[in-house]
């Protein structure tokens, strides 16, 4: 990789809108990296607003003087710094991952529309990743690794600039320099994985294979690459599996889905769940949906589930759901004198109406039929999906059924054009 130096930054920024007058954020922890960052984008003197955001993860003992120096440090160069206090709680997934969370939810509330941050993630960064989610079974998409940008839901844009930089290049631009930086005692700590990489792994692989970085990078661009074909593929697919909004979670083509080869299958199911916000499933979890679901009877009741969420077919559809069902209501919309005579609105002069749900025995007659029938059967025939049948709302006048959820009307309990009305709406 090239050695480092401050021109060479400039060809991996991004393009500098004078119309907007965003701000560049720098994302700076007083490390080697970010203290490098910062120091080459004033050496450029830029025509852009640069600042700085110093996150104090409170873990070290520390960080309270890690702070100090980076407010000095951007003192010493004008640049103007902002630092933000937060507290860290591992939630199962590593201390890493929490700080990570905890960072980025400052930088999603400064940086603004129009606005960059730039972090200092390396060459070596980059190598530290493929190699760890390689250890874990990563696919292509794992294996494009740190991408160089990506839009932040704040509206700004995520900019890592220095991918194509060593940290030894780094680390010689500094002390040629006389830079300082902080060093966080916990990179020594070899109990956690990165650490152990960086420490004991990476000086061995970069001894026998001198280009380790460079090609480390090539791998991550080229998978990225795959990964973007994949997911053209994959929208077009979308596309013919006729996504939709249910009463709960979102549904897709089951038919459609089952028509694909498995790869394609797959490859569909990852991008629909991506697009729904979802963490994505194991491996393991889209094996067995393939063993359950595309193999498995017609009628077989079939359920994946991982984390907050699951899959589950009903007749022609794959409904995505919460893995815990959440609780829906029943509203009474209420209508002045609709114009036009419809089944699904309820007179509004009826008295004393309630909720209940099933208890087991229920028969009603729903306006236009000639005769009553069970309501277990009546909720087959409605099509309504079987995770919803026993938290269907009933609402009654005394001991008489008169609707069942947004689904029906009984008979006798519609209420005529041009009078006031009651619209039931049943959702979550």
Not at 296 to 307: K, L, M, N, T, Y
Not at 308 to 333: H, K, N
Not at 393 to 418: K, T
Request: net charge neutral; aromatic share 8%; hydrophobic share 40%.
């Amino acid at each position: 990789m090239p050695d480092f130096i401050p021109e060479q930054l400039r060809a991996c920024l991004p393009l500098i809108d004078k119309s907007t007058l965003g701000v560049w954020w720098v994302g700076f922890s007083g490390g080697l990296d970010s203290t490098v960052l910062l120091h080459a984008l004033v050496q450029l003197n830029l025509p852009v607003s640069v600042r700085a955001l110093h996150i104090n993860h409170q873990i070290s003992p520390h960080a309270n003087s890690w702070q100090r120096q980076c407010e000095q440090f951007c003192q010493q160069l004008g640049v103007s710094f902002f630092a933000e206090k937060v507290q860290v709680i591992n939630s199962g997934k590593g201390i890493e991952d929490a700080a990570r969370a905890a960072r980025y939810q400052v930088f999603e509330r400064y940086v603004d529309s129009g606005d960059c941050l730039l972090t200092a993630h390396h060459g070596n960064d980059q190598a530290e990743t493929i190699l760890l989610r390689l250890l874990r079974g990563a696919g292509p998409r794992g294996l494009a690794a740190i991408g160089s940008a990506r839009q932040l839901s704040s509206g700004g844009k995520l900019i890592r600039p220095l991918l194509q930089f060593s940290r030894a290049g780094l680390e010689a631009y500094a002390r040629e320099q006389k830079l300082p930086w902080v060093e966080d005692e916990s990179n020594q700590d070899d109990h956690y994985d990165r650490n152990f990489l960086r420490n004991q792994v990476m000086p061995l692989l970069q001894h026998r294979w001198p280009a380790l970085i460079r090609k480390c990078q090539q791998t991550a661009d080229l998978c990225a690459q795959q990964e973007n074909l994949l997911d053209e593929f994959a929208k077009q697919d979308l596309e013919q599996a006729n996504p939709r909004s249910e009463r709960m979670g979102r549904s897709i083509d089951l038919l459609w889905l089952k028509s694909l080869s498995s790869a394609r299958r797959q490859n569909l199911l990852r991008y629909w769940l991506r697009q729904s916000g979802c963490d994505l499933p194991e491996v393991v979890h889209l094996q067995q949906l393939e063993i359950q679901l595309f193999n498995a009877r017609e009628d077989a009741s079939v359920e994946i589930a991982w984390g907050e969420y699951s899959l589950r077919p009903y007749q022609t559809r794959l409904f995505l759901l919460p893995a815990v069902l959440p609780p829906m209501i029943l509203d009474l919309v209420q209508l002045s004198a609709p114009e036009n005579n419809s089944a699904s609105y309820l007179r509004a002069d009826i008295p004393n109406l309630h909720i209940r749900f099933r208890s087991g025995g229920e028969r009603c007659k729903p306006a236009g039929r000639a005769h009553s029938q069970t309501l277990k059967k009546l909720l087959q025939e409605y099509h309504l999906e079987p995770w919803l049948r026993n938290s269907v709302p009933l609402l009654y006048s005394g001991d008489q059924l008169v609707a069942v959820g947004d689904l029906w009307i009984c008979e006798g309990y519609v209420a005529p054009g041009g009078v006031a009305a009651v619209k039931p709406v049943w959702c979550s």
